[in-house]
T-cell receptor, first 113, second 114 residues
Framework: SQELEQSPQSLIVQEGKNLTINCTSS?????LYWYKQKYGEGLIFLMMLQKGGEEKSHEKITAKLDEKKQQSSLHITASQPSHAGIYLCGAPNSGGSNYKLTFGKGTLLTVNP | GAGVSQSPSNKVTEKGKDVELRCDPISGHTALYWYRQSLGQGLEFLIY????????KSGLPSDRFSAERTGGSVSTLTIQRTQQEDSAVYLC????????????FGNGTRLTVT
């Protein structure tokens, strides 16, 4: 079965700093979803990547899927306290269908003002 | 528009009791999913409903767990004879039927079994 490894497990940064979170798969990715979760809340969809080399941006967050489709990175530019939370990557099993997503264990981001 | 709604938000129950968790998906979303999130385990897939098709129950951890979806909308996850290891956050999500539509999650039900 597919496994997703996220690194780092936790990250503390000063407001205004840039940061990167990685998600590495044990198998070829047929798609990759990034979500953000705040304590006591559900997951908020950020972005979805499907093609090797694809890059998407939303506000100050950029996500990329590498050419080999086994790793994705999430980059936050000029971090703000509102970026704090747990970032999770999720991937479909072979075939790319969006149900039965496998998720990484998450990266806890703290942004100090 | 309204997102995925789950109730109750918190549930404390005694070991051995049955519990029912409810999920109201986004209107127009024919696909509905239940996941469980616990410390150290991350998010685990439980069950998937798509329209009138037979649900995929392959993620249910034991026969104490069951789920139904009435009228293609609201879903109920039932856990019978709860055990302490059932303590977790139960998350419901819904999506449009296309295979790569993103899942939209509710805020979850935090279940504590004492």
């Amino acid at each position: 079965s597919q496994e997703l490894e996220q690194s780092p497990q936790s990250l503390i940064v000063q407001e205004g700093k840039n940061l990167t979170i990685n998600c590495t798969s044990s198998k070829t990715l047929y798609g990759l979803y990034w979500y953000k979760q705040k304590y006591g809340e559900g997951l908020i969809f950020l972005m979805m990547l499907q093609k090797g080399g694809e890059e998407k941006s939303h506000e100050k967050i950029t996500a990329k899927l590498d050419e080999k489709k086994q790793q994705s990175s999430l980059h936050i530019t000029a971090s703000q306290p509102s970026h704090a939370g747990i970032y999770l990557c999720g991937a479909p099993n072979s075939g790319g269908s969006n149900y039965k997503l496998t998720f990484g264990k998450g990266t806890l981001l703290t942004v100090n003002p | 528009g309204a997102g995925v709604s789950q109730s109750p938000s918190n549930k404390v129950t005694e070991k051995g009791k049955d519990v029912e968790l409810r999920c109201d998906p986004i209107s127009g979303h024919t696909a509905l999913y239940w996941y469980r999130q616990s410390l150290g385990q991350g998010l685990e897939f439980l069950i998937y409903f798509q329209g009138n098709s037979a649900p995929d129950k392959s993620g249910l951890p034991s026969d104490r767990f069951s789920a139904e979806r009435t009228g293609g909308s609201v879903s109920t996850l039932t856990i019978q004879r709860t055990q302490q290891e059932d303590s977790a956050v139960y998350l419901c999500a819904s999506s449009l039927p296309s295979y790569n539509s993103p899942l939209h999650f509710g805020n979850g039900t935090r279940l504590t079994v004492t």
